[in-house]
């Protein structure tokens, strides 16, 4: 495990040697990442936030073509949590998205039913599909468009998307079930990012004062709020909680979470076993990083 915590864009870390050097699995904190991809396609005029699937794929779109990006990027497209057709055996669950690609992607696409429309409901699939559909959009792979447009730019210097050499891979732990296993995304724009504690510093680094890198203009318009439910409000990708932005993630053998306040700073820790209620940091991290707005 190993964690940091950030007043402005000074870092400090604390963790062992190992953990503060290698990579992490970072699961569902890419998400954060794939959404400042979108608003940086959307400033730079690739797309718009209203694009449609439809708009991108064509008749591959099936019955999602009218589904708009920003839709995807707030979970309010009424897709489901995971494609029906996106685990296969031998392999789910301990690598559950191992035969998950393009063609099983639109395969899916032709008959997924689009539930509770407009409400937040998150969905794993919405970001696979956001990251195909910004990759085909750009007419470049999403490994190195996210790479060129938003880890490198946001201080990530290590992190990597998949497809990609998994070296300096962290060995993970989790329950008998998940845990032990890399997972592989051949889509990867919902989950499928490596890095260190370092580099997700310094992603939140970015977030909590903008202005201090080239994605200012992009991960401010992530950080607007762009869709509620109820009491519920998010932005592209990110959660509000109060006066604080965050994000978490984890696989089968990996945890993360991200948290910062505008203008002030953040925290953000990562741990090399399964989420689970004895393990969990979220809440720690995101009430630490509640005491900046103070």
């Known amino acids: 495990m190993a964690v940091a915590t950030l007043d402005g864009t000074t870092m400090s870390l604390a963790g062992d040697a190992k953990a503060t050097t290698g990579m992490f699995e970072a699961g569902s904190l890419t998400k954060p990442l794939t959404a400042t991809l979108l608003a940086a396609l959307t400033l730079s005029g690739d797309v718009t936030l ?3 699937v439809g708009q991108v794929l064509g008749s591959e779109a099936g019955t ?3 589904v708009s990006l920003r839709e995807l990027a707030t979970h309010t497209s009424g897709l489901p949590r995971v494609a029906d057709n996106a685990m296969r055996l031998p392999f ?3 690598d559950p998205y191992r035969f998950y690609g393009e063609d099983r992607l639109y395969k899916g696409l032709r008959s997924v039913a689009l539930k509770t ?3 937040i409901r998150y969905s794993n699939l919405g970001f696979d599909l956001l990251g195909h559909c910004l990759a085909r959009a750009a007419g470049q792979a999403f ?3 996210l790479t060129e447009v938003v880890l490198r730019p946001g201080g990530m210097e290590a992190g990597r998307c998949q497809p990609c050499e998994r070296s300096r891979l ?3 732990h989790g329950s008998l079930l998940l845990g032990g296993r ?3 995304q051949p889509l990867p724009g919902a989950g499928g990012v490596d890095c260190t504690i370092t580099d997700l510093a310094r992603w939140v680094a970015a977030n909590a004062v903008p202005e201090s890198t080239p994605l200012e203009r992009a991960v401010g318009l992530c950080h607007q709020v762009h869709a509620t439910d109820g009491g519920k409000s998010v ?3 990110w959660h509000f909680s109060g006066p604080v932005v965050w994000h978490n993630g984890g696989t089968g053998s990996f945890q993360g979470v991200a948290a910062f306040v505008p203008g002030r700073g953040g925290a953000c820790g990562l741990a090399a076993i399964g989420p689970g209620p004895q393990w969990g940091m979220d809440e720690r991290v995101i009430e630490w990083t509640r005491t900046l707005a103070t």
């Open 50 to 52: 209203e694009t449609t």
């Open 182 to 184: 890399r997972w592989h």
């Open 92 to 94: 789910w669950p301990r």
């Open 170 to 172: 962290l060995r993970g």
């Open 235 to 237: 932005g592209l990708a």
């Open 117 to 119: 429309r407009g409400s």
């Open 143 to 145: 490994r190195d468009l």
């Open 64 to 66: 999602a073509s009218d």
